[in-house]
């Protein structure tokens, strides 16, 4: 589920939706991002052939929201999906929540992780504390934005 609707919305919330924060996200030159927006209508075609870009924007929110609802349940208060420690399951979806929890804040996506399902959130600072004692040091603002 997380790695097919719920990383296909992912791509369709950076790549579409917006498009407009890349240069910011990933601190690129405007020369890199003139030829990334070739790579958008790429993406968009990618979407549509999968099946998941045929859905109105409307629709496919309301499909991730309902899978990262149901991974919520799923959870519960269970320390990890499959109990107390963690497995590989728990790798796949913390790779997929994570980009929302740390780098969509101004999106519905991230609102649903946070607001609506805030397990989610305290299962991702879990596996990070867990695992990425440096996440801080690693993934600090560039020296222009300090």
Known sequence: MVEENTYWGLVRNRWIDNFDQLQELFEVPWLVMFLLRSARGKIQQTLWAHGIGRHDKDDLEGIIEKDLK?????????????????????????????????????????????????????????????????????????????
């Not at 991974?71 to 994570?98: C, H, N, W």
């Not at 991230?110 to 993934?139: E, F, G, S």
């Open 70 to 146: 149901a991974i919520s349940r799923f959870l519960g208060a269970k320390p990890y999906l499959m109990g107390d420690e963690p497995t590989e399951v728990d790798a796949a979806v913390f790779g997929q929540l994570s980009e929302i929890c740390w780098a969509n804040s101004d999106t519905y996506l991230h609102r649903i992780v946070t607001v609506d399902c805030p397990n989610l959130q305290a299962y991702c600072n879990r596996i990070k504390d867990r695992y990425w004692l440096d996440w801080d040091r690693l993934t600090k603002k560039s020296k222009k934005d300090q």
